[in-house]
């Protein structure tokens, strides 16, 4: 992210999220003092700038339904509202090293190939850890039935029948994921072992 792109997202979550909060009339966390917390709202401002205006939407409503404080009139501490962020849009930082890894690995590549590399990814996007063989199974189990869907919404189309927009969004989607996996994998090989 740019600079220029930095200020635009800063300015946009001061907008969508910290404005409406405050005009609610949320509070600082009663742990921080008003230099602190122009200091946590500093944080969000910079460390959230990567998001949508409409993950910055769901998190401000998130926000609004869970207040903090005895009288649940205070913002949350920004560890929290960070945390809930991550949950809703990913910031992309691009691949970790275990992501890389992994997707070197026999394990990564069987998942490219076999069509369930993007449940994988988001495990590890989640656990943060290598998939044990218990998780692999559950991993593989989960992308049946997208993976079974894919298959047979690209086997239509071979056949040259007609596919629903819902399909056509789905199999830009699934495709897309699947690409993100082989790109991951690509730029492990090409950097080489860990």
């Known amino acids: 992210m740019d600079a220029k792109e930095q200020a635009a997202g800063e300015k946009r979550v001061q907008e969508i999220l910290i404005a409406p909060l405050e005009a609610l009339g949320l509070a600082r966390p009663s742990t921080a003092t008003l230099a602190k917390f122009e ?27 869970h207040p903090e404080g005895k009288n649940k009139d205070r913002f949350p501490i920004a560890l929290k509202i960070l945390a809930k962020a991550r949950e809703k849009e990913v910031p992309d930082t691009g691949p970790s090293r275990l992501m890389l890894n992994v997707f070197r690995d026999e394990l990564g590549l069987r998942a490219i190939r076999q069509g369930w590399a993007p449940e994988l990814l988001a495990f590890i996007k989640g656990g943060r850890e290598w998939p044990g063989r218990w998780s ?25 029948d007609a596919i629903s927009a819902e399909e056509d969004r789905f199999r830009l989607q699934r495709r897309a994921a699947l690409q993100t996996c082989q790109d991951i994998a690509d730029q492990a090989r090409r950097k080489g072992a860990a």
């Open 136 to 160: 692999q199974t559950k991993i593989r189990e989960s992308a049946d039935s997208p993976v079974r869907r894919l298959e047979d919404i690209e086997m239509r189309l071979a056949r040259g």
């Open 39 to 65: 200091v946590m709202k500093k944080e969000l401002r910079q460390k959230l700038a990567y998001m949508s205006e409409d993950g910055l939407t769901e998190l401000r409503e998130w926000i609004e339904a």
